[in-house]
């Protein structure tokens, strides 16, 4: 996992697995600087928390990880206002429709610039990593995420502020189908067919904080502000699009 700090905005992006040389670890991380506004990415941190500078960096990270394929932690050297991101291999058995894939996992600071590039790095990323979709979230929404999951032998389940029920991400028939909702959201091209996105008439208001990506896909912004579930007209936000995409977590198929 990346080395998180209070108050970041987690990234994730979920893409097809990484093969041989694949080239879209470095691609993940020049997409980052190019939308961070003076970012660089070349400094890692050790098992014993120091940073360590990275002077062969591409030849670093076509080391992968030593467990497996993907990329290590790597960051912007400031203790004080860390960037971060990391990526491995998602195996078969606990991703959607049987198929491995690729998890790459970013960190910027909640404060007013990584604010304004979250929607800019969201979308390096994923277009970096040929991802099938990913999501921006402040620090502490992924627990309320977690309780939504129904794992077996919970009957009923009852997921917290009047959110939907989803199922495991495994459940789901094919990996273009996002697991949840974020404040922003990359669907891949094929992601959007699969959800039903966009309908003119429908997505009117979404369409309003939405982009078209060079690849055909889109960055979808839920609410102007980060999200925050303590505020109820961000909740409603959250309530209205589950109801517009039931295919989002699996909850449109038995």
Same mark, same amino acid.
């Given at each position: 996992m990346p080395a998180t700090q209070e108050n970041d905005i987690g990234i994730i992006v979920y893409a097809p697995a990484l093969v041989g040389a694949d080239s879209r670890p470095l691609a993940v991380v020049h997409g980052m600087e190019r939308a961070f506004p003076g970012l660089r990415l070349e400094w890692t941190i050790s098992?014993?928390?120091?940073l360590v500078r990275?002077?062969?960096?591409?030849?670093?990270?076509?080391?992968g990880r030593p467990t497996g394929r993907g990329f290590r932690l790597i960051c912007n050297g400031d203790e004080s206002y860390r960037v971060t991101v990391s990526g491995w291999e998602s195996p078969a058995g606990t991703s959607p429709g049987g198929q491995a894939q690729f998890e790459v996992h970013a960190a910027l600071p909640l404060?007013?610039?990584?604010?304004?590039?979250?929607? =800019?790095?969201?979308?390096?990323?994923?277009?970096?990593?040929? #991802?099938?979709? *990913?999501? &921006?979230?402040?620090?502490?929404? %992924?627990?309320?995420?977690?309780?939504?999951?129904?794992?077996?032998?919970e009957d009923p389940h009852v997921p917290p502020k009047g959110l939907p029920s989803l199922k495991l991400?495994?459940?789901?028939?094919?990996?273009?189908?996002?697991?949840?909702?974020?404040?922003?959201?990359?669907?891949?091209?094929?992601?959007?067919?699969?959800?039903?996105?966009?309908?003119?008439?429908? =997505?009117?208001?979404?369409?309003?904080?939405?982009?078209?990506? #060079?690849?055909? *896909?889109? &960055?979808?912004?839920?609410?102007? %502000?980060?999200?925050?579930?303590?505020?109820?007209?961000?909740?409603?936000?959250?309530?209205?699009?589950y109801e517009r995409f039931p295919e989002i977590g699996g909850r449109s198929t038995p």
């Open positions: 098992r014993e928390g120091k990275l002077p062969q960096r591409e030849s670093w990270l076509a080391q404060n007013a610039t990584g604010i304004a590039a979250a929607a =800019d790095v969201l979308e390096a990323v994923a277009e970096g990593a040929r #991802a099938f979709w *990913g999501r &921006v979230d402040p620090d502490g929404i %992924a627990v309320t995420v977690s309780e939504q999951f129904r794992h077996p032998g991400p495994w459940e789901l028939p094919a990996p273009e189908i996002p697991h949840y909702l974020g404040w922003l959201n990359y669907w891949s091209a094929a992601a959007a067919q699969a959800i039903g996105f966009p309908d003119p008439t429908r =997505d009117a208001e979404l369409l309003s904080r939405s982009r078209r990506t #060079a690849s055909g *896909g889109w &960055v979808v912004q839920l609410t102007d %502000a980060p999200l925050d579930l303590d505020n109820p007209a961000h909740l409603d936000a959250l309530k209205r699009a």
